[in-house]
Structure formats: C-alpha cells, structure tokens
C-alpha cells in the first residue's frame, strides 16, 4: 500500500507478481478491516485464517446482483478488454496480465481498432511538421497542401 503496488505470492501460472494499484482499489484495500495478528488481507474472522474458495461468495453475489452466465474467470478478461479498449498498448496488458508471450494478448486486440488508425495518423503529423521528411516523399506542393 506504501508504494502503490500488491504482490501476489503466487498467480494462476505459478509464479508471483506485483501490480499497481488505482486509486479506486486503494480505497478499497484501506477500508477493509485489517487485524495486526491475521497476515492476511481477506480471511474468516472465526478463525484468522485465509480464504481458500471464494466460489459460493462469487456465487451468491452474482445471484443478489441478477447477473447470470459469468463465471469469475470473467472478471480478468472484463480487466483486459476495458484496459484495451482505453488504449493502453497490448505489451503493457500483457504484463498486467503476468502472460509469458505476447500471443496470449493478442486475443485482446480486435478491441482496439482505432490504434491502426492512429498509428498511420502519426504519419500525417510528420510529414507536416518535418522539411525533410516533405523533401524525402518527394511530393509535390500542391499534393502536400492538399494533405496537409
């Protein structure tokens, strides 16, 4: 909570991870009650110890909520369609994520179409503010007013 980040001891692939933390769920992590004799930060106040399943809470919260046909899984792939859709780029996803290649990112990038647009857009601002790069395209001055 200090410096901003949560570790994770040990992830779906195995292996531990730190991840930042919003400012939302700093927030939330702050109001949950902490006890200076249990380590953990979500546990069973009869006994101290952690959660081991959270499938019947996950459950019974999806029924209070009337939200069917969603499994918790689901919640991970919500994080990383909304990442991409806000336009953080597919490499920072993935490491969000803890995936060992890129591969298993790309399933993410048909929700970012608007970045192939943007990047050939950046071509335009170029070729506008650079006298060489006019010179180096070679095209005429009424072809540059025209895409400029």
């Known amino acids: ?83 991409t859709m806000a336009g953080i780029d597919l ?3 993935s490491r969000l994520l803890g995936h060992k290649t890129l591969t298993m990112t790309l399933r993410y990038a048909h929700l970012a179409p608007q970045h192939m647009q943007k990047a050939v857009n950046v071509l335009d601002t170029l070729m506008c503010q650079q006298p060489l790069l006019k010179e180096a395209v070679a095209i005429t001055k009424k072809e540059f007013a025209v895409a400029c």
């Not at 939330?28 to 952690?50: H, I, M, Q, W």
């Not at 019974?60 to 919500?78: E, N, Q, V």
């Open 1 to 83: 909570m200090k410096h901003g980040f949560i570790t994770l001891d040990k992830t779906k692939n195995g292996e531990g991870r730190t991840i930042p933390l919003n400012k939302n769920l700093k927030g939330v992590l702050k109001s949950v009650t902490r006890r200076l004799d249990v380590p953990y930060v979500f546990f069973d106040s009869a006994n101290g110890k952690p959660y081991k399943n959270i499938k019947h809470s996950f459950k019974s919260a999806l029924k209070k909520a009337g939200i069917k046909d969603f499994k918790f899984h689901d919640l991970r792939h919500t994080y990383a369609s909304h990442l």
């Open 91 to 93: 490499t920072t996803v």
